[in-house]
């Protein structure tokens, strides 16, 4: 009997698929923005109201909320994938002064960025809007 | 196959020189019988089942009715006709050969989303619309098999090929073809005066290849949807007329089997049964990348005891069974390469089916009228869950069903009828579906669902069958009849009209 229960474990894993399913389906992503001009940011909020804004999982959809940036960075967790990224945001400068800003370098499904470590870093480079 | 057939032409008519067509047909029909042939009985071992040489050739009306299905992705209503034939051989005393043709055609009313076949195959990963509709169906199926012993030693192998074409004739146009090929091969030892251990092993290849399109090119009132279990969908491939619309299932399946079993009706059985099936589902027109994965496991194991001796037959069982369904799903890039590849795989849906039951079943009387008793009592528990956003779906019950059967023999006609009376009782169903992350209409869906998997019910049945032998062959008809009512009110009707002859 064990060696029929041995190999019948030995065939369910023949049949398999030899590439490893992960067993971690999250990633911590800590997002690091930045201006052109070097300017600290205080604090960024960016409103999920707004059309176009966007942290969206390419393959099944699910959008998530961007947390508020705080001294230029914030963190989330999601699951790991392809991302569009994308938003116009607000930042609140250190003398007070707000800012419109955008992003749009992962907005595109074939600019989308992958996500699959545990952890992951991502520069967002601003653009100053006037 | 078609050699069991030929085979069958030339040699008609019972091969027993002491049962005419309706004693043997009396056999058959013996709850007794049917519970000792009704599993174990490989692809040598069958061999050794009590029925002699017999040609069947049916055709039946099968229909089925429910005001709340508990799937709906199968319809509320089904209606086919069955055209099917079957031919047992004994070649001599020591081999033996049998084949099956199987023809159906008909139509499933009300299905909702669903658009593959086979659902109960590659569920949860069915590729769905919204709208659903009624769907035709013709299915063609064929096996056959050789079995022999030499001494001690019995083996046989068997081959079976079933074809299905599923299609809707109005928008969305699903149009799947259904290919499932099984080859087995099984090989036994006697190692007592009457008992054998048989060992059998089966391979299996399943493919579906699916394409849903839209006469009307601006779309319809419709979406598709690549369902992932429990209302989750692969929200990249979803759309009207989208690029996303043609798929393909292929799946690779093992199954073994060990048995413990007599040499005749009576006796000891044990047996242990596992299967696995892998189902991988690509989308054809981006270059096949695979975008989930399946992954069945079953595993039965039963023990039962059979006497029969034609006074007081019984026989008695316990069986247990586990099915366990993990989907795997894949992270496909962005395609910036030209292509799509995949770069991860997750283990997301997982689906735990549990069933345990006892089984007895008695016949007593003379022989030209005997009355039999068959009952069943089973529990079911069944857990769903899928891993992120996280949804879960559960439900337990008992399941107790109780036949009382006569069978008359009264010269060259045989008469059965059964009565059928059960219970259904439901333990209650649990359901976590995160509504922020759901569509409001699957959302709708599941909870009906929910609210049906807790419905307890009340089943009755009757079952009449005459049987007249007429010069070197035999005539029967059949009415099937088996009515479900829920507690919540809704009911469901199911029957079968089948006319035929043995020779």
Known sequence: ?130 | MIAALLISMLVSGPVSDTLSFAEMSAVRLSPVTAFATGSGYSAAAWLFSPLDTYTSASASWVRRGEESPLLQEEGRQSSEGVIDIHSLVRLNEASAVRGNVQYRNGMKKGVMWNSSSDYDIVRPYAVADSVGGDVKREQYAFSGGYASRRDRLHYGFEGSYRALHEYRMVDPRPRNIVSDLTVRVSVGYRFTHRYLLDFSTAYRRYSQSQNLSFYNQKGSNSSVFHLTGLGNHFGRFEGGTSAYTSTRYAGNGLELSLNLLPDSVGGWRAGLTYSLLDIVHHLPNQNEVPYTELYTRNARAEVSFVSKNGGFDYAAGLQAGYESRKGVESIIDNGSAGRFLELMRFSMYSSDMFSAGVHGTGEWGREDGRWSIDATADFLQIDSRYQYPLRKLDTRGLDIDIKTGYTVLTGNNLIKAVIEAGRYKSFGAGMTIPPEYTLDKLLAFYTDRRIRMACSSWVGGLSLRWEREIGNSSLFALTDARYVLLDGGADALYTTVTIGFIF
């Open chain 1, 1 to 130: 009997m064990r060696r029929f229960l041995t190999l019948m474990a030995a065939l369910s894993v023949m049949c398999s698929c030899t590439t490893p399913v992960e067993e971690n389906i999250f990633c911590t992503v800590t997002m690091h923005a930045s201006l052109p001009d070097g300017r600290q940011i205080v604090s960024m909020t960016i409103d999920p109201s707004l059309p176009g804004n966007m942290f969206r999982n390419l393959n099944t959809g699910i959008d998530y909320t961007f947390p508020v940036f705080v001294n230029n960075t914030c963190t989330m967790q999601v699951q790991k994938g392809v991302y569009m990224i994308a938003f116009d945001g607000q930042v609140m400068f250190q003398d007070g002064n707000l800012a419109n800003v955008r992003f749009t370098a992962w907005k595109n499904p074939i600019n989308a960025v992958s996500l699959l470590k545990d952890n992951e870093t991502l520069e967002i480079e601003l653009k100053l809007m006037k």
